[in-house]
């Protein structure tokens, strides 16, 4: 008898590890096209639009695996709802801090515009959850 037999609720997955790396890329560029064009208008115009793409690609990429790979294993056998808690929070929060500590020290962006970027920041990953949490109402990611 497994641990979670007698659990109730939905969990957070059921997958195995190598099922989550199979979908890890995929997700990733699903993410990135749906955070990129947001952070595109939304980022400070100071901001080049290289830098804007790279913070659309990089971004992700520092918090995406965690997401995706590491917080599922966490939280097994958890309610989704906890783990959409802690990830969605995770997130955003993440590239946020890492979104400063890169730009921090350039002297770039002025009160005002590091408020526009963490809200466009924020708001990128609420569109990609959004998003996410249709395709897999949806069936389309197949594996969620």
Do not use: H
């Given at each position: 008898?497994?641990?979670?037999?007698?659990?109730?609720?939905?969990?957070?997955?059921?997958?195995?590890?190598?099922?989550?790396?199979?979908?890890?890329?995929?997700g990733?560029?699903?993410?990135?096209?749906?955070e990129?064009?947001?952070?595109?208008?939304?980022l400070?115009?100071?901001?080049?639009?290289?830098?804007?793409?790279?913070?659309g690609?990089?971004?992700?990429?520092?918090?995406?695996p965690?997401?995706?790979?590491?917080?599922?294993?966490?939280?097994?056998?958890?309610?989704?709802?906890?783990?959409l808690?802690?990830?969605?929070?995770?997130?955003?929060?993440?590239?946020?801090?890492?979104?400063?500590l890169?730009?921090?020290?350039?002297?770039?962006?002025?009160?005002?515009?590091?408020?526009?970027c963490?809200?466009?920041?924020?708001?990128?990953?609420?569109?990609?959850?959004?998003?996410?949490?249709?395709?897999?109402?949806?069936?389309?990611?197949?594996?969620?």
């Amino acid at each position: 008898m497994f641990l979670f037999d007698e659990v109730d609720f939905v969990q957070t997955q059921s997958l195995a590890v190598s099922e989550l790396w199979y979908f890890l890329p995929f997700g990733y560029l699903v993410t990135i096209l749906i955070e990129t064009p947001i952070l595109l208008l939304g980022l400070s115009p100071k901001l080049t639009i290289r830098q804007k793409l790279l913070c659309g690609i990089w971004l992700t990429a520092c918090t995406y695996p965690i997401v995706v790979l590491v917080l599922p294993m966490i939280f097994f056998g958890q309610s989704r709802g906890i783990y959409l808690a802690v990830a969605e929070t995770f997130a955003p929060l993440a590239e946020c801090a890492i979104f400063w500590l890169a730009f921090r020290a350039k002297q770039l962006l002025e009160p005002g515009d590091w408020v526009r970027c963490l809200v466009a920041i924020i708001l990128a990953n609420l569109a990609s959850f959004g998003i996410g949490e249709l395709l897999n109402y949806c069936g389309w990611f197949g594996i969620f």
